[in-house]
């Protein structure tokens, strides 16, 4: 996921656009008690009063990536702390967006709501009153290193590294890790920085905790039967809940609403119920009727939630590129349930080599590992842009890269 790469206040002035006056500010969740603890807990579930402003609201004296924005006056301090530090260390550093008040957060969200939908806005937006922005105590971080954008691209650069590396040193936590969605209810987003005093920061950041963790609440969907399950390569939906009794795909979409079941990431975490099978691969019968042999060729039955790579993986010897090849007309990220593969035998994969795309003059091909952007890609191959690669790849879908599939560089 990648936000939309135009500032902040362009953003509200086109929600203000699309705003319909008169619109009732709604709740949802508990409203807590506590907003101006330092370690209060604003998420889905837990609500800011919307009359709530923090006191000692300050500007802090650091360079922005536009205008300048608020924090509480100790959250201001170990900010200034930690760009003066990132500086003297050759590290570039911009603020973005502080405190919002209430208001200006039903505005942000309500464009999101329109341009994309309420589903995919309430996976990179917090709802009125559930962003921790109007607590005074988070601040997003970015870089001229990536154009003072707020992307997931912020990560792999040297500003985003070090940040990651120090800001705990400084009192902040990365709010939504990588690998935590299921528990934050928020895509992964290295930019934004949330203030918890030192002691409790670098206890967070070094034992890889959400503040949910925490605080004990893992998040609204966990109770005493549900445990978590960190994704594997070539994981699935359907894969997983073949490994535990008793759960369905439909039990982990329950369990997991902030989750898109097509684009799992190795090592994050996502909930489930049930304890392990021990007949994991099979049917309900026992049997395995998902690969079954017709004479030299074998086929394969797509259950909810496949890849090609995920089937490839199950497969010796059988790559993404080799099963597509084997199975002509058929779109990878289209795939139907029920629909047949047929997998590729060794004979088939030697006799088809000559056509692989390794053997094509001025191109090679690479493998999408976990993390990878066509920006990151780019930047390991001399004189090839984003330009280069989607044009090279023209049924790629840039944001959405799958871990294991191949892409052509050009050289």
Excluded at 70 to 99: H, K, P, V
Excluded at 229 to 238: A, I, N, R, S
Excluded at 331 to 350: F, M
Excluded at 383 to 392: P, T
């Amino acid at each position: 996921m990648r936000l939309l790469n135009v500032s902040i206040s362009m953003m509200l002035l086109l929600g203000l656009f699309f705003f319909n006056l008169g619109s009732v500010h709604a709740t949802s969740g508990d409203i807590i008690s506590n907003p101006d603890d330092q370690l209060v807990l604003i998420n889905k579930s837990n609500q800011l009063p919307e009359d709530y402003v923090p006191d000692s609201l300050v500007t802090p004296e650091v360079a922005f990536s536009e205008e300048a924005e608020q924090l509480r006056s100790t959250a201001a301090n170990a900010l200034e702390n930690m760009f003066a530090d990132a500086n003297q260390a050759g590290i570039n550093l911009r603020a973005a967006s502080g405190y919002r008040s209430y208001d200006y957060q039903l505005d942000l969200h309500q464009y999101y709501v329109n341009q994309y939908g309420e589903e995919y806005a309430n996976q990179v937006s917090a709802k009125a009153g559930h962003s921790e922005h109007q607590t005074g105590l988070a601040m997003d971080v970015t870089s001229p290193a990536n154009n003072n954008e707020l992307t997931e691209e912020f990560a792999s650069t040297e500003a985003g590294q070090w940040v990651s590396d120090h800001a705990d040193e400084y009192g902040f936590i990365i709010r939504y890790p990588e690998g935590k969605e299921s528990i934050t209810g928020y895509n992964y987003e290295p930019w934004h920085l949330r203030y918890v005093g030192n002691d409790v920061a670098q206890h967070i950041m070094s034992n890889n905790l959400t503040l949910e963790e925490y605080h004990g609440d893992n998040g609204e969907n966990n109770s005493d039967t549900t445990q978590t399950y960190t994704v594997q390569p070539g994981d699935t939906f359907w894969g997983i809940a073949q490994k535990y009794e008793a759960t369905s795909v439909d039990d982990l979409r329950e369990l997991n609403p902030t989750v898109d079941p097509y684009l799992l990431r190795i090592g994050m975490t996502i909930n489930i119920s049930g304890q392990p099978s021990n007949d994991e691969g099979t049917n309900d019968d026992g049997s395995n009727e998902d690969n079954t042999s017709e004479g030299n060729n074998e086929t394969y039955v797509v259950q909810p939630g496949d890849t090609f790579w995920g089937i490839a993986q199950n497969y010796s010897d059988v790559t993404v590129n080799e099963l597509m090849n084997a199975n002509e007309g058929i779109e990878p990220r289209a795939l139907g349930v029920n629909q047949t593969l047929t997998i590729p035998t060794a004979e088939d994969n030697n006799s088809g080599s000559d056509s692989s795309p390794e053997s094509s003059p001025g191109i090679v091909t690479y493998t999408i590992k976990q993390g990878d952007t066509l920006w990151g890609i780019a930047s390991d191959y001399q004189g090839v842009s984003i330009n280069d690669l989607k044009e090279a790849n023209p049924s790629i879908e840039p944001r959405f890269l799958s871990i294991g599939s191949q892409i052509n560089i050009p050289r």
